[in-house]
């Protein structure tokens, strides 16, 4: 497939077919529904499933029973939707099934707007349902990353029969750039067999079950245990992030998606008026990259953390600090989105204290 212009919902859904999803189960809901009309057209050329469900409670219930059967599925939204879903994506961890999850953020709280927003990643990363459990989350800032991520994703789920969640917001989804297909790494798309599968009985002696509910306190908490060892696993392995000017830089920004596009642009606007600027970019926002500022505590005056939301991954920026240097805040809602110039201003003010 040659290099194409297309938006990043669509890029979202070609990356998903390549790498062997054949089904995908959603609602409509703005500003993600480029995906839904993608798929519906995709799906029969390439022999998979198109559904639009009645409600997202019945869409990630068809995604457990489907990665539960062995099928690599994707189900998409945006912020309001994903909430409806918190039940079942915790069902579909507890049962240890793989899936594709990806969110296209917009405003909020209750029906918010349809414009762009970062204000769900608490519920991404801090496991938005009941019980204990985390989703693995990847958040790309090109057009060119949400094919490569998304490709990544299903890999990762498969390894860790784990949901992983694609973390993008409206102006990501919406925006168009070219996107070379060829450049993915074919060997990530090979679909590993799954012995735990619920593909009927064949020659096994006994069946496969795939189910969340335990009343057993003994057994229910060892599931637990062994469900976290995979995480241990995934926060040692699965760890990405983005450096970008910062072996002398005084201030880092810190800043993941889109905003770290706009971050980029202020490391040039500062670098004309003296001031070192760098960028930690996290990809991966669970598991939180900590290396960066370990890397970077002993020279930097300190971090300012930008986002579209009003101080969510600031926490954990705080935490990965551990209290050696500053952390600052900086961030727009109700989908504005932080200027270039307003954050050097930022910047600027920082610099200024003694």
Same mark, same amino acid.
């Given at each position: 497939?040659?290099?194409?212009?297309?938006?990043?919902?669509?890029?979202?859904?070609?990356?998903?077919?390549?790498?062997?999803?054949?089904?995908?189960?959603?609602?409509?809901?703005?500003?993600?529904?480029?995906?839904?009309?993608?798929?519906?057209?995709?799906?029969?050329?390439?022999?998979?499933?198109?559904?639009?469900?009645?409600?997202?409670?019945?869409?990630?219930?068809?995604?457990?029973?489907?990665?539960?059967?062995?099928?690599?599925?994707?189900?998409?939204?945006?912020?309001?939707?994903?909430?409806?879903?918190?039940?079942?994506?915790?069902?579909?961890?507890?049962?240890?099934?793989?899936?594709?999850?990806?969110?296209?953020?917009?405003?909020?709280?209750?029906?918010?707007?349809?414009?762009?927003?970062?204000?769900?990643?608490?519920?991404?990363?801090?496991?938005?349902?009941?019980?204990?459990?985390?989703?693995?989350?990847?958040?790309?800032?090109?057009?060119?990353?949400?094919?490569?991520?998304?490709?990544?994703?299903?890999?990762?789920?498969?390894?860790?029969?784990?949901?992983?969640?694609?973390?993008? &917001?409206?102006?990501?989804?919406?925006?168009?750039?070219?996107?070379?297909? &060829?450049?993915?790494?074919?060997?990530?798309?090979?679909?590993?067999?799954?012995?735990?599968?619920?593909?009927?009985?064949?020659?096994?002696?006994?069946?496969?079950?795939?189910?969340?509910?335990?009343?057993?306190?003994?057994?229910?908490?060892?599931?637990?245990?062994?469900?976290?060892?995979?995480?241990?696993?995934?926060?040692?392995?699965?760890?990405?992030?983005?450096?970008?000017?910062?072996?002398?830089?005084?201030?880092?920004?810190?800043?993941?998606?889109?905003?770290?596009?706009?971050?980029?642009?202020?490391?040039?606007?500062?670098?004309?008026?003296?001031?070192?600027?760098?960028?930690?970019?996290?990809?991966?926002?669970?598991?939180?990259?900590?290396?960066?500022?370990?890397?970077?505590?002993?020279?930097?005056?300190?971090?300012?953390?930008?986002?579209?939301?009003?101080?969510?991954?600031?926490?954990?920026?705080?935490?990965?600090?551990?209290?050696?240097?500053?952390?600052?805040?900086?961030?727009?809602?109700?989908?504005?989105?932080?200027?270039?110039?307003?954050?050097?201003?930022?910047?600027?003010?920082?610099?200024?204290?003694?």
């Amino acid at each position: 497939m040659a290099k194409v212009l297309m938006k990043g919902n669509e890029a979202l859904a070609e990356a998903a077919i390549q790498a062997g999803c054949r089904h995908y189960f959603g609602y409509p809901i703005t500003p993600q529904n480029e995906v839904t009309a993608y798929m519906a057209k995709r799906m029969p050329e390439v022999g998979g499933v198109f559904l639009q469900a009645e409600s997202e409670v019945s869409a990630i219930n068809m995604v457990y029973g489907a990665g539960g059967a062995g099928a690599r599925v994707l189900i998409t939204s945006s912020s309001p939707g994903i909430s409806l879903m918190q039940e079942g994506i915790s069902y579909i961890a507890g049962a240890e099934v793989p899936c594709v999850i990806a969110n296209i953020m917009r405003g909020g709280p209750g029906l918010g707007g349809i414009q762009p927003s970062q204000s769900d990643y608490f519920q991404a990363t801090k496991g938005g349902g009941h019980g204990d459990y985390k989703l693995i989350v990847l958040a790309p800032s090109t057009i060119q990353e949400m094919a490569e991520l998304v490709q990544q994703a299903f890999h990762i789920a498969d390894k860790y029969r784990n949901p992983v969640m694609i973390l993008g &917001d409206g102006m990501l989804g919406q925006m168009m750039e070219p996107v070379d297909f &060829d450049m993915l790494k074919k060997e990530e798309n090979k679909i590993e067999e799954k012995p735990w599968a619920t593909t009927g009985m064949g020659m096994r002696n006994k069946r496969n079950i795939i189910n969340s509910l335990e009343l057993d306190p003994q057994i229910l908490e060892k599931h637990n245990i062994e469900i976290f060892k995979k995480y241990e696993k995934a926060a040692k392995e699965e760890v990405r992030y983005e450096m970008t000017n910062c072996e002398e830089a005084e201030i880092i920004l810190v800043a993941y998606g889109t905003i770290a596009r706009v971050a980029k642009n202020v490391i040039e606007l500062a670098k004309r008026e003296n001031i070192k600027v760098g960028l930690i970019r996290p990809i991966s926002l669970w598991p939180f990259p900590e290396e960066p500022f370990k890397k970077t505590k002993d020279h930097v005056k300190a971090y300012l953390t930008i986002e579209m939301s009003m101080g969510q991954m600031v926490e954990d920026v705080k935490l990965a600090v551990n209290g050696q240097k500053e952390v600052h805040f900086y961030g727009r809602v109700g989908g504005m989105v932080p200027e270039p110039m307003a954050i050097l201003e930022e910047i600027k003010k920082i610099r200024g204290k003694k």
